[in-house]
C-alpha cells in the first residue's frame, strides 16, 4: 500500500451542467509530502478534494487515494483520510468535549494525549457547547478532529481563510508539529488556499490551478531556483534594443529595468551585464510572486523602446 | 543561535538552515558540545515542514558538523571538519567567487575587497572572544 501514491489525479473533469469546474486536472502527491492545491476563488481547487472524498463524482477521469477508487472503496480511503473544510459545522447540541467524543468513535485510532495538548494549545474549553465557539474556534476544533485520528493524509480546503493572524499561526504550528511529527513518512497534507504566503515554509511541492487546469506543478525550492526577479541599473538610460530572450520585462524606467526570468536568469544576467550596469541584483520569487507571475498574461517582448 | 529564512534567496530552504547553523558554530554563538534545538520545535518556530529540518539535520551531521546522540538530540561536534584541508578549501573557493563577482560588479577595488575580508575575520574572531569570555 505504501508504494502507491497518496493522491493520484488524472484528467479529472467534473462538470456543472455546461461549466467545466474541473477540466482535465493531473497531479500526483507522494507520501509524506506537504502538497499545496494554489489557485484562484472558483478556480476548481473545492470541486477537486470533493472528488478525493467522494463527495462528488468526476464525469470522467480517474482519482486514486492511496491507490484506491474513494467511490468503490469509500470507506478504506476515508479511515485513511482526515479533512478539514473552510467552513465547519458540529451538532449544535453537542459540547466541544462530546464533539471530540463523536469523532473519536468513527476512527480506529485517536491519540488523546495530542488531543488534549491541542486543547490547551488552543485554549478551548471542553465544557463549551459548540454553538458559541467562534470562527476560529472551530476551525481548531475541526484540526484537533483530524489530527487526533492520526491519518496517513490530511486535507486542508481554505483552512485559515476569514481567521485572524494568531489563529493562522497556531494552525500551521499544529499540522507541523502535532501532525507531522507523529510519522513524518506516512504523513502527507495537501492543503488548498490563495492565502500561499504563509504556507510557503511547508510546502514541498504545489500545483497552480486556474479554469479547472494544472498551470503549473513543480518542487517549492525548485520553482524558487527558476523563477528569479533580475534587477539592474545603469549609468544612463539604455538605448537600443536588449534582447533578453523570452524573459518579460517587469518595469523600466531611465536607467533601470527588472525583468523576470524563468529558468534563463543567467542568460538575462549575461546579456545585462553586457551593457556594463553599475548594479545587477537577482532575487528568487517567492511562492506567492509564482502564482500571480504564472496567472499573469506574457506583456510584450523584453525589446527595449 | 537564530535562524532566519529567505525564500527570496534561491537558496533551498534546508540548505539555509545548514549553511546559517556551520555560520552560527564558525562565530562561536553556538559552541562544541551544546546541542540543537530539537527538530519539532524548531520547525514549529520556522514555520517550515518538519522534513526540511530533519533533512538539513542530516546534512549537517553528514557534514560533520553536529553529531546525534540516540535519545538526547543533536550537539554540535567537537572536533572541527573531518574533511581534508584541501578539500574545504575547494568548498570555500566556490563562495569566495561569488563574492570576488559580486565585488567586480560593485565595482570594488582588489585592496578594499582584501581589506574587508580581512575587517570580516577580525570581526568574527572578536564575537568568538568574546563569547568565550561571557
Avoid at chain 1, 71 to 77: D, G, L, P, S
Avoid at chain 2, 24 to 50: D, K, Q
Avoid at chain 2, 63 to 90: D, H, M, S, W, Y
Amino acid at each position: 500500500m505504501t508504494d502507491h501514491a497518496a493522491i493520484h489525479i488524472d484528467r479529472l473533469v467534473r462538470r456543472y451542467g455546461h461549466t467545466d469546474a474541473v477540466n482535465g486536472l493531473t497531479l500526483e502527491v507522494k507520501p509524506g509530502r506537504c502538497y499545496g492545491f494554489f489557485g484562484r476563488n472558483g478556480a476548481g481547487k473545492t470541486t477537486t478534494i470533493k472528488c478525493l472524498l467522494n463527495l462528488l463524482r468526476p464525469t470522467s477521469g480517474t482519482v486514486r487515494v492511496f491507490g484506491l477508487d474513494p467511490r468503490k472503496a469509500e470507506v478504506a480511503v476515508k479511515s485513511r483520510i482526515a479533512y478539514v473544510p473552510d467552513y465547519v459545522a458540529f451538532y449544535p447540541w453537542m459540547t466541544v468535549r462530546q464533539t471530540l467524543d463523536y469523532f473519536a468513535a468513527f476512527r480506529a485510532r485517536w491519540n488523546r494525549a495530542t488531543e488534549s495538548a491541542l486543547l490547551d494549545r488552543f485554549r478551548l474549553d471542553p465544557r463549551q457547547n459548540t454553538t458559541h465557539l467562534s470562527k476560529g474556534q472551530r476551525t481548531q476544533l475541526a484540526l484537533i478532529t483530524a489530527i487526533c485520528a492520526e491519518p496517513e493524509l490530511l486535507v486542508l480546503d481554505e483552512p485559515t481563510a476569514g481567521l485572524d493572524p494568531i489563529v493562522r499561526r497556531e494552525f500551521i504550528e499544529a499540522v507541523i508539529g502535532a501532525y507531522q511529527e507523529g510519522d513524518p513518512g506516512r504523513r502527507t497534507v495537501f492543503v488548498s488556499t490563495h492565502l500561499i504566503a504563509e504556507f510557503e515554509g511547508l510546502i514541498d511541492e504545489f500545483t497552480i490551478i486556474e479554469d479547472g487546469r494544472a498551470v503549473l506543478s513543480s518542487d517549492a525550492d525548485r520553482a524558487r531556483d527558476r523563477y528569479q526577479k533580475v534587477y539592474a541599473r545603469f549609468a544612463a538610460p539604455l538605448g537600443g534594443t536588449l534582447d533578453l530572450g523570452a524573459a518579460r520585462v517587469l518595469k523600466q524606467n531611465g536607467r533601470e529595468i527588472e525583468v523576470l526570468a524563468e529558468g534563463d536568469a543567467e542568460l538575462v544576467v549575461e546579456r545585462l551585464k553586457a551593457r556594463s550596469p553599475e548594479v545587477v541584483k537577482t532575487e528568487s520569487l517567492t511562492l506567492e510572486e509564482i502564482f500571480v507571475a504564472a496567472l499573469q498574461p506574457a506583456r510584450g517582448s523584453a525589446a527595449l523602446a | 543561535m537564530r535562524l532566519q529564512l529567505n525564500f527570496k534567496s534561491g537558496k533551498p530552504v534546508y540548505l539555509q538552515i545548514v549553511d546559517q547553523v556551520r555560520a552560527a558554530v564558525a562565530a562561536g554563538s553556538i559552541r562544541a558540545g551544546e546541542p540543537l534545538p530539537s527538530i519539532r520545535p524548531l520547525a514549529e518556530e520556522l514555520r517550515v515542514n518538519r522534513n526540511t529540518v530533519a533533512k538539513a539535520y542530516t546534512e549537517l551531521e553528514s557534514q560533520g558538523v553536529i553529531e546525534t546522540a540516540a535519545g538526547k538530540g543533536c550537539f554540535v561536534r567537537n572536533t572541527g571538519t573531518p574533511l581534508k584541508k584541501k578539500a574545504c578549501l575547494t568548498l570555500l573557493a566556490e563562495e569566495v567567487d561569488q563574492a570576488v563577482v559580486q565585488a567586480h560588479h560593485l565595482q570594488v577595488t582588489r585592496a578594499e575587497f582584501l581589506k574587508l575580508v580581512e575587517e570580516r575575520l577580525d570581526s568574527f574572531e572578536e564575537q568568538r572572544h568574546r563569547k568565550v569570555a561571557t
